[in-house]
């Protein structure tokens, strides 16, 4: 049996375990409910009823509860099984050489040191690539960050949700020039981004284009030289062309000779769609080949195979 | 009559205030396109110094060249803006005849010396265009709170004038127009 095979099994097992788990609680619940409407109409078949209550209720929802776990067993083995066939697949259709780690990510520390996304109360991080294209090095990995919020509902109670305040992709690419001081672009829908704000150290700098300036924050830790020396015309024409793309939910932070790019697009990407979907597994494959090529589409844009500015003395 | 002696002091104590401030952002707007000045000072400086080596090495290639590159002037501390700019346009005129030179002579342009100074003349050009760029957005900041009122009185009365701006490489300033 091959990868894809066994990849089609554990959807159509999902399929099944998840429609009749979900069968068996409607009845189950359905068969409940009949019965309570009936003792309350009549009262004389108590007894009689309640027994039959937990015998024909409660039995088709502890089938359905068991075939509901089954399910989140399956689904995970084909949620595995989707990275390590379709993914995998689909990132050697785009890289010549790739390292591709399906449950690993950025480390939380490393994360908090850049410090330029909050960190919410629980963070997760997969699908660690690790790819070069044209000497070009490539890092990826996808983030997903919640918190805890406590709120007031319609009848005063207080009451917490998990709220998702960063889910996207970090990907960091080799720069082309090499600086000292770090730049950081916020775009105008990039959400829970930590830089900038009143009692920021960095300077917020005014590039000459006022379309990056109306869709970008622009922050740098110097006088803005660095901002301009990075920032080039041609450079801004590129990233506001990409931004544009993500719907300026994007970050663009120049630091240690690296552009980093923070996507928070509410996308989770890598991740199988739902398990009723009619996708074959070819178009997923076209998907995530599709999501990988930005990357080279973005070292194609900036240039950044481009060695003229690092080879000198 | 003592609330008309508090108005007159209220608006007296606004307009000091206002004063104060409008004159702060003055001599910091001045003093950012100071530092941008001496941006460009510190790039041109570089360029001149691997403009220097360039010639050195293509005259040990080049031995009956020697006279090419008698022009180009020198960089000197407290330059106005019109002389950088000219001697920035001297070393433009030696760049494009050390290229001319290299064609006619292979073993220079495989040199590695060569290449290497080429690659650190490009990125020292980049540095020198960010530096004119970020003094010439200084300057607009500037001008724009020299020129605009209220501020525009202040100026008036600190002696605070407008400045000109560098000017930028033709094909460079096109460049600037986004197209999406």
Known sequence: ?313 | MNYWILGILIVLIFIFLFVIVANNNLNVASLKVEEASSDIDVALEKRYDLLTKMIDTVKSYCKYEKDTFSNVIAIRQGMTIKEKDKANKSMDDAFSKIHILAENYPNLKASENYKMLQSSIADCEEHLQAAKRLYNANVSSYNRLVVSFPTSVIAGMTAHEKLPYYSIDSNKRNDVKIDI
């Open chain 1, 1 to 313: 049996m091959t990868k894809l095979d066994t990849l089609k099994k554990y959807k159509n097992n999902a399929q099944s375990l998840h429609l009749f788990g979900i069968i068996f609680m409607i009845l189950g619940f359905g068969l409940f409910a009949y019965f309570m409407l009936a003792q309350i109409s009549s009262s004389y078949y108590t007894y009689v009823i309640n027994y039959k209550v937990i015998l024909m209720a409660f039995t088709p929802v502890v089938i359905g509860f068991i075939l509901l776990l089954l399910y989140a067993r399956q689904y995970k083995k084909y949620r595995f099984a989707y990275k390590e066939s379709v993914v995998d697949y689909a990132l050697g259709k785009v890289f010549d050489d790739y390292e591709y780690e399906p449950h690993s990510g950025f480390s939380l520390s490393y994360v908090k040191k850049m410090g330029l996304i909050g960190l919410g109360d629980d963070f997760k991080s997969t699908d660690f690539i690790h790819a070069e294209y044209k000497d070009v090095d490539i890092v990826q990995s996808n983030i997903h960050i919640t918190r805890q919020e406590t709120y007031t509902n319609s009848k005063g109670e207080t009451q917490t949700r998990t709220v998702t305040i960063y889910l996207g992709k970090w990907s960091i690419y080799t720069f082309n020039k090499n600086f000292n001081e770090d730049v950081i672009c916020v775009g105008c829908n990039f959400s829970d981004s930590r830089v900038g704000g009143l009692f920021t150290s960095l300077n917020k700098v005014k590039l000459e284009s006022d379309s990056f300036n109306s869709v970008f924050k622009t922050y740098t830790t110097d006088n803005g030289h660095t901002a301009f020396y990075l920032l080039t015309p041609q450079v801004i024409n590129e990233l506001l062309i990409i931004a544009k793309a993500y719907h300026y939910k994007i970050m663009y932070a120049f630091i240690d000779n690296k552009l980093h790019v923070l996507v928070n697009n509410g996308h989770a990407y890598f991740e199988p769609g739902s398990i009723y979907s009619k996708i074959s597994i070819e178009d997923e494959v076209n998907k995530i080949i599709k999501e990988t090529k930005n990357n080279k589409v973005l070292i194609d844009r900036l240039k950044l195979d481009n060695q003229l500015f690092k080879g000198g003395y």
